[in-house]
């Protein structure tokens, strides 16, 4: 990976995400119509839930929670379903219409438009700040530690982070990058944190 400057990755990563959700909505790739698409949702949240249930976060109307890089909020509204509370909800994306459409979806949940590396909320403010498929399209290793920072910094002590993201490169697809598990310590774990 090279750096490029930060404003540079954030443009590129604004561009190739508009690219990606014009494909993703005219082939139907990850519509749960989709047996492909469906299997792997529900893979994923079996893993997720059980992942909570292990680190004592089943209680989930008690906690505050973050999704870096959110969408159009689908993540944070299956989270509505586990028993979180649309007020201690919030998201944050670059994309504009994404957010938009994610609060006409729940106008209680907090969406924000933003960037990641520079978080809108204060310090300690979230018991679990998750990611899902982020890292792995940040080809600037500058912008992927200062988001990781950023997460660490508005996540409660006790707190989780969660990443979940590809690990392995696509040799067709130069616009992501394996987000593998030395990756994932190297900028994740601190002293006193768990892996």
């Given at each position: 990976m090279k750096h490029v400057g930060l404003a540079e990755e954030i443009a590129r990563l604004e561009a190739e995400y508009e690219r990606r959700d014009g494909y993703n909505t005219c082939s139907g790739r990850y519509r749960y119509f989709n047996e492909a698409a469906l299997q792997h949702a529900q893979s994923l949240e079996r893993v997720l839930l059980t992942l909570l249930k292990r680190h004592d976060f089943s209680a989930l109307s008690e906690k505050k929670i973050l999704d870096v890089g959110c969408g159009a909020g689908s993540r944070l509204?299956?989270?509505?379903?586990?028993?979180?509370?649309?007020?201690?909800?919030a998201g944050i994306d670059l994309l504009?219409?994404?957010?938009?459409?994610?609060?006409?979806?729940?106008?209680?949940?907090?969406?924000?438009?933003?960037?990641a590396h520079e978080l809108p909320y204060a310090d300690a403010t979230f018991d679990l700040v998750m990611s899902f498929v982020v890292f792995s399209s940040i080809l600037d290793e500058t912008l992927q530690r200062r988001i990781a920072d950023e997460m660490w910094r508005v996540r409660r002590a006790g707190g989780l982070i969660l990443v979940y993201d590809f690990v392995y490169s696509n040799p067709r697809n130069r616009a992501v990058i394996g987000f593998d598990p030395r990756k994932v310590k190297q900028l994740f774990v601190r002293p006193g944190a768990t892996f």
């Open positions: 509204r299956r989270f509505l379903e586990y028993g979180a509370l649309p007020a201690h909800l504009i219409p994404r957010v938009e459409y994610a609060r006409r979806q729940h106008s209680v949940i907090d969406y924000q438009v933003g960037s």
